[in-house]
């Protein structure tokens, strides 16, 4: 998981496996960018970045590697969802503003932290 701002230097590393050269496009997820080895990239612009950090002020980009089963979420199984809804009418006095959410019973957890590295990166031409 990083920040999409290192694409261009993912495209560039050796053996690196773009998403789309995936021989099963139904298991990648959304924000998958593509593998090295067996390292999936998931990317986002919300992705973190340091600004400044490295010892030459260029920003520094956390990438999360995880193992499978390092996090996960627990379901209770004794609550169900429940979706609200709550018409403009009964919201407000002047009937303007509506109210909508979810409500369900889960918990995340991380099953073994010993699973989860940070790797501090810089862009490679920046």
């Keep these: 998981m990083c920040n999409s701002n290192l694409i ?37 612009s919300q992705g973190s970045i340091i600004p400044g950090a490295a010892t030459d002020g260029s920003d520094v980009y956390p990438v999360f590697i995880c193992g499978m089963d390092a996090y996960g979420v627990i379901e209770q199984t004794l609550a169900s969802a429940k979706f609200v809804y709550r018409d403009p009418l009964y919201d407000g006095p002047l009937a303007q503003n509506a109210s909508v959410g979810f409500k369900f019973a889960s918990a995340q957890l991380i099953y073994q932290d010993e699973w989860i590295q940070q790797l501090l990166v810089t862009l490679a031409n920046s």
């Design 8 to 44: 261009t230097d993912l495209d560039s590393i050796p053996g690196w496996r773009p998403k789309s050269d995936y021989a099963n496009q139904d298991k990648s997820m959304n924000s998958e960018w593509g593998a090295y080895r067996n390292v999936r990239f998931f990317v986002s």
